[in-house]
Every structure is written in C-alpha cells, then in structure tokens.
C-alpha cells in the first residue's frame, strides 16, 4: 500500500464548491470517520461553507504515535498528506484561494493538519488543531521553510491529554508562530480527549470571520 488512501471516499455537505465563498475541510482522528466530522460541521453551524471530509483508509491516517519516528508512519503519512493537497487543489479549482479555505483535525486529524500547513505554508482562511502537535519525535529539527502569512490558526487542549502530551502543543505554538501565523492556544485543565463547547465556539468565530471577509 503505497498511497493508501488514495480512492478513499469524500464526504460533502454544504452547498457544492461553484457556489460559495469559503470551504471547510474537516479531518478525523483515529478509529474514527468522515461522518462523524461532517457531524461537526453541522454542529458548528456555517451552512454558507461547503464542507470536504475525507475517509482515512483502515479509520487511520497511520499507524504509529505521531510522537512516533517519521519513517515508521510512512508511506501512510505522506499519503495522508497528499490527500489534504488533493482537496485543497480541488477548492482551487472551483475558484476559491487557500485564504478562502479553513482546515480543522481532531487528535490524529489535528496533528495532519497542523503538520500538513507547516509543510505546505501560505495564507489560510483559519486552521483549527484541536487536541493536536506536529508530528515527529521528541528532538525532530522544525527546518519548514515559508510563512503562513498572518494566517489565524486556534489550539486548544487538554493539559493532561493522554495522547498529546501539552509540551508538544507547545511547541507547535511556537513553530507556527515563527512562522508568521497568527496563533492562539487555549489550555484546558483536566479535559478528557474530546471537543468542549469553549472549542467549538473559537472554531466558529473563526470560520463566521471567513464569510464576512
């Protein structure tokens, strides 16, 4: 499986691509589904976005700890990585700009996107990583190269979360903020690996702010 989740399927809700100023790609965790993200999408109440969520292969973007060595999530990540730029390219070609697009990843879906712009930095829409890091190792060297141009990105977490450890959201902070977003981390005490409503209200000021722009 060299690219695994290449002809996995997307699911869609909104208006279609032609007919709106501002999309939403909404990326799963692990064990988890496109439809339970386009539940969120409607939780969030922007019915004027569309929204693209794609299916992970086996329900997992990789297989390892995003804390885990890079090659041992490969090819899985990359692949992973391609299939966001697929639906990026997609909403270009529909005639929206990436500053017209917003990502949004819970747990493992929050690492790929925050790791995905990093990689791939330009002005985005929004980007909200909730209960997410970069990926890689302790120690990984942080070498992206680009800006994310003034790009508002949201993290919240919980501080004791059993899969990411706060140290490393941290540090995404700091990355991402070096390169030029416009970042702000929300700190939850004690908060079990979930979504809470503080979240869900900060991701919809955000995308509420893309449609008047």
């Known amino acids: 499986m060299n690219d695994p989740?290449?002809?996995?399927?997307?699911?869609?809700?909104?208006?279609?691509?032609?007919?709106?100023?501002?999309?939403?790609?909404?990326?799963?965790?692990?064990?988890?589904?496109?439809?339970?993200?386009?539940?969120?999408?409607?939780?969030?109440?922007?019915?004027?976005?569309?929204?693209?969520?794609?299916?992970?292969?086996?329900?997992?973007?990789?297989?390892?700890?995003?804390?885990?060595?890079?090659?041992?999530?490969q090819p899985w990540l990359d692949s992973a990585l391609s299939r966001i730029d697929s639906l990026l390219q997609e909403c270009q070609a529909h005639g929206l700009s990436s500053e017209q697009v917003a990502l949004l990843g819970f747990s493992q879906g929050a690492c790929l996107v925050l790791e995905f712009v990093a990689r791939y930095p330009r002005r985005y829409g929004a980007v909200?990583?909730?209960?997410?890091?970069?990926?890689?190792?302790?120690?990984?060297?942080?070498?992206?190269?680009?800006?994310?141009?003034?790009?508002?990105?949201?993290?919240?977490?919980?501080?004791?979360?059993?899969?990411?450890p706060f140290e490393r959201v941290l540090e995404t902070q700091a990355v991402l903020t070096q390169m030029d977003a416009r970042v702000e981390l929300r700190r939850y005490p004690a908060m079990p690996h979930t979504i809470n409503d503080d979240e869900m209200q900060a991701a919809r000021s955000l995308l509420l702010g893309m449609l008047k722009n």
């Open 5 to 73: 989740h290449t002809g996995q399927i997307v699911l869609r809700a909104g208006p279609p691509l032609e007919q709106v100023r501002a999309a939403l790609i909404l990326i799963h965790g692990r064990g988890a589904s496109a439809q339970g993200m386009l539940d969120l999408y409607g939780a969030l109440r922007v019915p004027q976005m569309a929204a693209l969520a794609p299916q992970a292969a086996q329900r997992t973007w990789y297989p390892e700890s995003f804390l885990a060595p890079l090659n041992e999530n």
């Open 128 to 164: 909200i990583g909730l209960t997410g890091g970069l990926i890689g190792p302790p120690g990984t060297p942080r070498q992206y190269t680009g800006s994310l141009q003034g790009t508002p990105i949201f993290l919240g977490s919980g501080d004791s979360d059993p899969h990411v």
